[in-house]
């Protein structure tokens, strides 16, 4: 099973960017409620796609990470490969079309 790890900006660099792994950040809060509807969606593609690694960022508690990344709606998904920014998808989307517009749909389970 893929847990989705918690992200700060302290653990950023060592859980994202430097990650050998494709990483899926979701940007997030927790009075969200797309965002609550988005999480068990993440956790499937988690568990269904077992070399993407799930990493959480909450924007209340870390507003310089979504700074950085120019979060201006949540959930804002950015997807990481090799430590570089690759994809981008704001708001809720069901999980057949969030694998395809990540990129998702050619990985093999």
């Given at each position: 099973?893929?847990?989705?790890v918690?992200?700060?900006?302290a653990?950023?660099?060592?859980?994202?960017?430097?990650s050998?792994?494709?990483v899926?950040?979701?940007?997030y809060?927790?009075?969200?409620?797309?965002c609550?509807?988005?999480a068990?969606?993440?956790?499937?593609?988690?568990?269904?796609?077992?070399?993407?690694?799930?990493?959480?960022?909450?924007?209340?508690?870390?507003?310089?990470?979504a700074?950085?990344?120019?979060?201006?709606?949540?959930?804002?998904?950015?997807?990481?490969?090799?430590?570089?920014?690759?994809?981008?998808?704001?708001?809720?989307?069901?999980?057949?079309a969030?694998?395809?517009?990540?990129?998702?749909t050619?990985?093999?389970?």
């Amino acid at each position: 099973m893929n847990k989705a790890v918690h992200v700060t900006t302290a653990s950023f660099e060592e859980q994202v960017l430097l990650s050998d792994q494709t990483v899926i950040v979701d940007f997030y809060a927790d009075w969200c409620g797309p965002c609550k509807m988005l999480a068990p969606v993440l956790e499937q593609i988690g568990n269904e796609h077992g070399d993407v690694k799930i990493a959480k960022v909450n924007v209340d508690e870390e507003p310089a990470l979504a700074e950085r990344y120019r979060v201006r709606g949540i959930p804002y998904l950015a997807l990481f490969q090799g430590g570089k920014l690759s994809k981008q998808v704001v708001g809720y989307q069901p999980k057949a079309a969030l694998e395809r517009n990540l990129g998702l749909t050619a990985v093999s389970s």
